[in-house]
T-cell receptor, first 116, second 113 residues
């Protein structure tokens, strides 16, 4: 069973703080990792993708990948109330998951609340 | 770039009628499109994977005769909910894939009365 695990939260941080969102995955051969943000009642929006071990930064967002530990995280610096949303971790494995190539396996998401 | 549109954004229909939802990639060609369904406060559930020019691959438990998918071109996929019933009321979201990255449409909220 291929799984992606996230703490459902809610994770509450004060405005201006660093929010740290974590995700673990079960398939050691997974190659591609994504973070999506989903506001209530809206569809997911891609924040970042990461493929190699280490950090990848994009503005206030930093994705971190550790394939040895099967762990991927998202840091949000200088958190704003507008960052309040559910953050979805998604993984593509090394082979088909019973469907077509490229199926994403989603975690259940972590709800982030940034308090003014 | 990588914009995906869906139409309609919201639809209300009577039980027993069919509803067609369009998903378009506006500025890129998508080799694969995906259809998801999301109930309130629940996770995204993949319904089917659609490749242009071939039959869709449905996830276990999704009735292919009820949820008809047509992938007419590299920029258009349609989902038709046939003989809709109130339990089909949900948020339907498509995504289009380019180089493994999925970009989501804004979703279609379906309410079946």
């Amino acid at each position: 069973q291929k799984e992606v695990e996230q703490n459902s939260g809610p994770l509450s941080v004060p405005e201006g703080a660093i929010a740290s969102l974590n995700c673990t995955y079960s398939d050691r051969g997974s190659q591609s990792f994504f973070w999506y943000r989903q506001y209530s009642g809206k569809s997911p929006e891609l924040i970042m993708s990461i493929y190699s071990n280490g950090d990848k930064e994009d503005g206030r967002f930093t994705a971190q990948l550790n394939k040895a530990s099967q762990y991927v995280s998202l840091l949000i610096r200088d958190s704003q109330p507008s960052d309040s949303a559910t953050y979805l971790c998604a993984v593509i494995g090394p082979f088909n998951y019973g469907g077509s190539q490229g199926n994403l396996i989603f975690g259940k998401g972590t709800k982030l609340s940034v308090k003014p | 770039g990588a914009v995906v549109s869906q139409h309609p954004s919201r639809v209300i229909c009577k039980s027993g009628t069919s509803v067609k939802i369009e998903c378009r990639s506006l500025d890129f060609q998508a080799t694969t499109m995906f259809w998801y369904r999301q109930f309130p406060k629940k996770s995204l559930m993949l319904m089917a994977t659609s490749n242009e020019g071939s039959k869709a691959t449905y996830e276990q438990g999704v009735e292919k005769d009820k949820f008809l998918i047509n992938h007419a071109s590299l920029t258009l996929s349609t989902l038709t909910v046939t003989s809709a019933h109130p339990e089909d009321s949900s948020f339907y979201i498509c995504s289009a894939s380019v180089q493994e990255t999925q970009y989501f449409g804004p979703g279609t909220r379906l309410l079946v009365l």
